[in-house]
């Protein structure tokens, strides 16, 4: 997914934080670069409206892409 998302320079949103946060360190040690990733840490799946909410809320911190460049964010 990673790999997909940085092909077509989109930021990922995952609920799988675990293995998330691993890759997102393993890429940044290989140097390798990515357009953003938000990892969802404490909401439920089902949690969609607050999940929402916070994906919008930091993305009106972030309006610009280029402020996501090799960014990762928890909600």
Do not use: Y
């Not at 089902?46 to 972030?62: D, M, P, T, Y």
Request: charged residues 30%.
């Amino acid at each position: 997914m990673m790999e997909l998302a940085s092909a077509d320079e989109r930021i990922l949103v995952t609920r799988n934080s675990r293995d998330f946060a691993s890759i997102l360190r393993e890429w940044a040690e290989g140097g390798r670069t990515h357009a953003g990733c938000i990892l969802i840490w404490t909401l439920d799946h089902g949690a969609f409206a607050e999940i929402v909410a916070g994906v919008e809320r930091l993305f009106a911190q972030r309006p610009e892409p280029k402020d996501w460049r090799e960014v990762a964010l928890a909600i």
